[in-house]
């Protein structure tokens, strides 16, 4: 029993170096990755300060937006699992059928090799922008060792939300086999609802309270605003932990729904 | 209970018929104009352990819906399917442990990284002993030659090295049946030719039971002691490879080159198909056993310069059967 246990681990563990591994050979495309990242911090930087020069925007203070920006930024290089995309490509491309033939889930092969890449991203993408980003423009972080560890359960429960949510819209290209409306749509989703470009505190108040009844703004915003400007930790777990179980059932019902329909391009 | 099982397999796809542009419109309301498309019709066989059976048809004809059906891909419309005694659908995790498969044109290893890299993985995903792995991974190395690119990303590989460790990755874990689906498309003779020699030695060694479907007849002809052919939908043929040509009396062909410009026969018994040329006479539909009695015949009323004698063309012998569409159960 424990060797099965064992062996499962170790293959899960394979899977995640796989996905560093893809990335690890791509050096160049990691720096570019770093750059641009840095670039868009850059530009948000001299925007807010610029705004924040004529008032204040929301209940976030210039510093704090920093510090906001700059969190986000790192976190969007590490909680994508890129899901959805890996499905279309399957999709499109027929490999799918291989992946159906493993004896592992096909669900779980990409969570763990996903794991992998994001460990990658937050090693190689996400730190050396945090250390860039802090000598150019004097971001400051001082939060407790307590907060910190919150925020990176608030940001493991998140991760298993976006997985889900990604997903599920992976799973919803099966009924159009392209995959460009599906993905508009998520880009259009995450911008607005989910509080990456600028804190949800922000918008307008009836706007607000509408996102609020939505999940999306637990991807950036819900753990973002606990870990600069506090709250309480645990109803932002609670929500996620709902939605987590409302998003599982949503994938296992397409899944099973989907399995029995299915038509696999090419030959 | 044989290794696999069909009766009256069926699958059916209704298609979208979008014809004309007034169609599109249609299928933008909702009103589409629907065909059923029978991709495998009312299939019955059986293949017992240890056997290589080769599946020719036509593009379209079925097979890779039959492969996909097989392998639990999709689900059947209507018929029965067992694989090692199950559904595949319905059991088709417990069942891909023992099952691998060659999609010719795709590769199940990952692109970025060397194929070495998916070796390991496959070690742990099928749960095998590492010193068996050990073994396997030496051996084919050493039958597939190997050595020289298994460290590269499989990116960087050119097809016949792709097949290659495909096919490396294929039997790695020692499953019990497995399906190729067009493993020497593309393949230039020599590439081919290892891969030919690596098949004749599993099937030699091992108890794999390997069902190839290809548009390659030489490879069917050296490799599968049975051929199944389908079209549209349907099984034509089942039975011994070397049997068909036999049953289906195409018979060898027997050329003479003579010197005297009319060559005589004298009447035969049998039917002949009996061509008359300046100089040249050509007799098709001979029977393996009649040969030595008609050269003796026509030697003994012409002077012979030059005979040639030929087995039946397979290529032939198919695109009759596809013509003709004769049902035979060998």
């Given at each position: 029993?424990?060797?099965?246990?064992?062996?499962?681990?170790?293959?899960?563990?394979?899977?995640?170096?796989?996905?560093?591994?893809?990335?690890?050979?791509?050096?160049?495309?990691?720096?570019?990755?770093?750059?641009?990242?840095?670039?868009?911090?850059?530009?948000?930087?001299?925007?807010?300060?610029?705004?924040?020069?004529?008032?204040?925007?929301?209940?976030?203070?210039?510093?704090?937006?920093?510090?906001?920006?700059?969190?986000?930024?790192?976190?969007?290089?590490?909680?994508?699992?890129?899901?959805?995309?890996?499905?279309?490509?399957?999709?499109?491309?027929?490999?799918?059928?291989?992946?159906?033939?493993?004896?592992?889930?096909?669900?779980?092969?990409?969570?763990?090799?996903?794991?992998?890449?994001?460990?990658?991203?937050?090693?190689?993408?996400?730190?050396?922008?945090?250390?860039?980003?802090?000598?150019?423009?004097?971001?400051?972080?001082?939060?407790?060792?307590?907060?910190?560890?919150?925020?990176?359960?608030?940001?493991?429960?998140?991760?298993?939300?976006?997985?889900?949510?990604?997903?599920?819209?992976?799973?919803?290209?099966?009924?159009?086999?392209?995959?460009?409306?599906?993905?508009?749509?998520?880009?259009?989703?995450?911008?607005?609802?989910?509080?990456?470009?600028?804190?949800?505190?922000?918008?307008?108040?009836?706007?607000?309270?509408?996102?609020?009844?939505?999940?999306?703004?637990?991807m950036y915003f819900a753990p973002l605003d606990y870990l600069i400007k506090g709250g309480d930790w645990a109803e932002v777990l609670v929500q996620e932990c709902v939605w987590i179980v409302v998003m599982f059932f949503s994938v296992t019902f397409l899944q099973r729904a989907l399995l029995k329909k299915m038509v696999i391009q090419g030959g | 209970m044989e290794l696999i099982e069909l009766k009256n397999l069926t699958k059916v796809y209704t298609v979208k018929d979008l014809t004309s542009m007034k169609d599109y419109f249609s299928a933008l309301l909702g009103r589409v104009p629907e065909e059923k498309f029978f991709a495998v019709n009312d299939v019955s066989f059986s293949i017992a352990k240890g056997e290589f059976v080769g599946l020719i048809g036509r593009n379209g004809a079925g097979k890779s819906t039959l492969i996909k059906l097989l392998t639990g891909i999709l689900t059947p419309s209507t018929g029965e399917i067992s694989v090692f005694g199950r559904i595949p659908h319905k059991s088709r995790q417990q069942n891909n442990y023992k099952i691998s498969a060659v999609f010719g044109q795709r590769t199940q290893l990952k692109w970025d990284i060397s194929a070495y890299e998916s070796f390991r993985l496959i070690e742990y995903m099928y749960g095998m002993q590492h010193d068996r792995w050990q073994f396997n991974i030496e051996r084919f190395i050493k039958m597939l030659d190997l050595s020289a690119f298994i460290y590269k990303p499989v990116r960087t590989l050119s097809l016949g090295q792709r097949m290659r460790v495909e096919l490396c990755a294929a039997f790695l874990y020692d499953p019990e049946i497995v399906f190729l689906d067009e493993p020497t498309i593309g393949l230039d003779i020599f590439a081919k030719e290892v891969i030919v020699d690596f098949l004749l030695e599993i099937r030699r060694t091992k108890q794999a039971t390997v069902l190839l479907t290809t548009h390659d007849v030489s490879d069917i002809e050296q490799l599968c002691g049975r051929t199944i052919i389908m079209d549209k939908g349907k099984v034509l043929f089942d039975g011994n490879t070397a049997g068909i040509a036999e049953i289906l009396e195409m018979g060898i062909l027997v050329e003479f080159k003579c010197e005297n410009k009319e060559v005589s026969l004298a009447p035969m018994p049998g039917k002949y198909q009996v061509t008359n040329l300046p100089h040249c006479l050509k007799i098709g539909g001979v029977e393996k056993a009649a040969v030595p009695q008609l050269v003796q015949a026509v030697m003994g009323q012409n002077r012979v310069l030059e005979i040639k004698v030929e087995p039946p063309d397979f290529e032939k012998v198919l695109k009759d059967f596809y013509a003709s569409k004769i049902f035979r159960q060998a």
């Open positions: 029993m424990l060797r099965k246990f064992s062996g499962r681990l170790r293959l899960r563990a394979a899977f995640a170096r796989i996905g560093f591994a893809r990335n690890q050979v791509y050096a160049i495309a990691t720096y570019i990755n770093v750059l641009s990242a840095f670039l868009f911090v850059s530009i948000q930087y001299f925007l807010w300060k610029a705004v924040y020069e004529n008032g204040v925007a929301g209940t976030y203070s210039f510093k704090e937006m920093l510090q906001y920006v700059l969190a986000a930024e790192m976190l969007s290089a590490f909680i994508h699992t890129g899901a959805d995309r890996q499905i279309g490509i399957m999709v499109r491309t027929g490999s799918l059928a291989h992946v159906i033939l493993k004896p592992v889930s096909f669900t779980e092969q990409i969570f763990f090799e996903s794991l992998g890449v994001n460990l990658y991203r937050g090693l190689f993408v996400a730190l050396p922008l945090l250390v860039c980003s802090v000598f150019a423009f004097g971001v400051e972080y001082h939060f407790g060792a307590f907060t910190l560890l919150r925020f990176a359960v608030l940001v493991g429960f998140a991760y298993i939300f976006i997985y889900l949510f990604e997903l599920l819209l992976g799973l919803l290209s099966f009924f159009s086999v392209n995959t460009w409306g599906i993905n508009s749509m998520k880009l259009a989703v995450i911008t607005i609802f989910s509080g990456r470009v600028l804190p949800i505190s922000a918008y307008p108040e009836k706007l607000r309270v509408a996102v609020d009844y939505l999940p999306f703004k637990l | -």
